[in-house]
């Protein structure tokens, strides 16, 4: 008797499934049994329409391998393309078990040529684009654990190491990455209750974005391990969004190649309590002293 998958028969949504990480997500869920909802609008690299359907040809592509896909090319950053996206799952599989937010474009500017609309466009996308997906899929956990069916949910954010660290020419990115590891804290204290686990990855690969901007170091080497091969990110992720990582929630991963690390966010440092207001110059030459002890910060870096 062959070994049971990872995943068999979970349902599995994944959004910007249609290339890169997400396809690379797509695969790798459906080569461990689950069964995909495979979302992408289908749209180009500053998130105008695309003539194609990439979610169709990747869903066709599970479906040739002997699995389970339907494509969904609805907007998750509204609030019917979110609904839609989890109904589609509940009506054809009749459950949903994990949803893989990975949706995402870039605008890049630097600040003081950012526009309001690259800002909202990107803020939309990817942090909207987050937590509309999560509330559908939170509110039907939240009713399933309320009707005594106990869930046994995951949920996969897509932050990245500009929204950890920063990066130059990408404050509408990095901001929107940021928000997305706060969105994933608040969402696993308060979903554990309901039987929901809710972690972050923050990957390193190849894609339509990051080939571009960053072409010498993403580009794949003509031999031996490719580390910038996104399917590297999915192993993470298919376990993340399994039920063998029982009792992990509210972490963030960065995960590149072959190389998996678990990220510790802010935490007090150095300190100082007078025990009274400070004035100005008393608080300066105190900041100045305890940044003596204080580690150095990390270093600004490019879309991940």
């Not at 100082?272 to 900041?287: I, N």
Request: proline share 4%.
């Amino acid at each position: 008797m062959s070994a049971r998958r990872l995943c068999e028969e979970r349902v599995v949504i994944v959004t910007g499934a249609g290339r890169g990480l997400g396809r690379a997500h797509a695969l790798a869920y459906a080569a461990e049994g689950a069964r995909l909802v495979v979302n992408d609008l289908g749209v180009g690299l500053d998130g105008t329409p695309a003539a194609d359907s990439p979610a169709r040809r990747v869903a066709d592509e599970i479906r040739a391998a002997g699995g389970e896909a339907v494509a969904h090319g609805g907007d998750i950053a509204t609030a019917d393309g979110a609904a839609s996206l989890v109904r589609t799952a509940l009506e054809t599989y009749g459950r949903l078990d994990t949803l893989v937010n990975n949706a995402g474009f870039l605008r890049d500017r630097m600040l003081v040529n950012l526009d309001e609309d690259d800002w909202d466009a990107v803020m939309r996308v990817h942090l909207k684009g987050h937590f509309l997906p999560l509330r559908q899929a939170a509110a039907h956990w939240r009713a399933e654990a309320k009707a005594g069916r106990a869930p046994d949910a995951r949920v996969v954010n897509t932050s990245s190491g500009a929204g950890l660290l920063g990066s130059v020419g990408q404050g509408n990115y990095s901001a929107a990455k940021a928000g997305i590891v706060a969105l994933t804290l608040v969402a696993a204290a308060e979903m554990e209750r309901h039987g929901v686990q809710v972690n972050a990855i923050a990957p390193a690969a190849r894609t339509r974005m990051t080939e571009r901007a960053f072409a010498d170091t993403m580009a794949a080497p003509g031999s031996g391990f490719d580390a910038m091969d996104p399917g590297n990110v999915s192993p993470l992720v298919v376990w993340l969004g399994s039920a063998a990582s029982a009792g992990v929630t509210g972490r963030v991963f960065e995960t590149e190649g072959g190389r998996i690390t678990v990220m510790e966010g802010w935490r007090p440092g150095p300190s100082a309590d007078k025990g009274a207001r400070w004035t100005p110059a008393e608080a300066g030459e105190t900041a100045r002293e305890l940044l003596t002890r204080a580690g150095t910060p990390g270093a600004v870096y490019g879309a991940r």
